[in-house]
């Protein structure tokens, strides 16, 4: 057990107002949580404080050389009001997994809980009470050490910051058109493709970029060295259903292990639709959408849940999905995981983790 000491704010910030216009990520609460690393005392001086600024020597390790990793994750408010966490636990094994191949110290599993909860549990009033709001949670960890050398720095701050956000589809379930990258890649085997460190996307912006001024919402990623079979969307997994059987890429070190896709495929997999997690050409999936055996495309994560795709275009073809609307599947994957994280269904997965009275 971390012996975490919590220092409160006296000039606490004043609360949205309207929850309709709080956006994604562009407030943040009064607190925010922070432990430091170093090499002789291990993690250290758990801690909870005002929101503030960091400190940081120009020369500081993260400014150079992007040692920096992250997570996200929600939290709810139920209509009975308690606030809940979706498998946390899966964020805290992840940002080991990061931080194992970004050369960063591991933050226990039971710590990294611990200290969400309890950040949680002192800005709870900042979890946001509309239909489809939460409080968007971001972990990470940076490098601090002072200086040019490039190697494993030998001081760390892990932090956490809350945002409430609003409900992604304010406006209903929209569809999005997809562009399929085949200039650019975002991984590729040995390289950081499973770790959520900033740097993965910081190299994914042109591409966004690019594909945003031709009118498309998000890339989809090829693989990085045949630029052949499909791998994930922007900070989305992706899924494909083609004569009623379910494929998404597997995470083979390449892919982002999403907590939400995960989710999904245990729920498809429950309903006796067969997934299958492996290699999929982007040239079969244009010619099953061609040919009309293409009945769902759906990216998942934890900002929109599930986001239906309706258009994919690569180099110069273009697929039309369905009838431009949500498939019933992916539909019901969005109904199943919304109502169990907001509590509106029973938790028979045991996915929920309660952390305290709204
Ligand atoms: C975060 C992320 C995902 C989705 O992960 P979830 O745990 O479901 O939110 C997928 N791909 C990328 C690149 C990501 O950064």
Known sequence: MLDIK?????????????????????????????????????????????????????ACVIFHYAQELFEGMKAYRTADNQIQLFRPECNAKRMQDSSDRMCVPQVPVEDFIQAVKTLVEVDKDWVPHSEGTSLYIRPFV????????????????????????????AEGIDPVRIYVEDEFIRAAPGLTGFTKCGG?????????????????????????????????????????????KVYTAACVGTVLPGVTRRSCIELLRDWGYEVIEGKLAIEDIMKAGHEGRLNEVFGTGTAAVVSPVKELS?????????????????????DTLTGIQWGRLPDSKGWVVPVCKG
């Open 6 to 58: 919590i220092t409160k704010t006296t000039t606490p910030k004043e609360k949205p107002a309207d929850e309709s216009k709080l956006g994604f990520g562009k407030k943040f609460t009064d607190h925010m949580f922070l432990m430091d690393y170093s090499a002789d005392q291990g993690w250290h001086d758990p801690r909870i404080v005002p929101y503030a600024p960091f400190n940081l020597d120009p």
């Open 200 to 244: 993965n996307y910081a190299a994914s912006i042109k591409a966004g970029d690019l594909a945003a001024k031709k009118g498309f919402a998000q890339v989809l990623w090829l693989d990085g060295v045949e630029k052949k079979y499909v791998e994930e969307v922007g900070a989305m997994n992706i899924f494909f259903m083609i004569d009623q």
């Open 314 to 334: 690569w180099k110069d073809d273009q697929v039309f999905i369905g009838d431009g609307k949500i498939g019933p599947v992916t539909q019901k994957l969005y």
């Open 142 to 169: 940076f490098a601090t050490d002072v200086g040019m050398g490039v190697h494993a720095s030998l001081n760390y701050t892990f932090c956490i910051i809350c945002a409430p956000s609003g409900a992604y589809y």
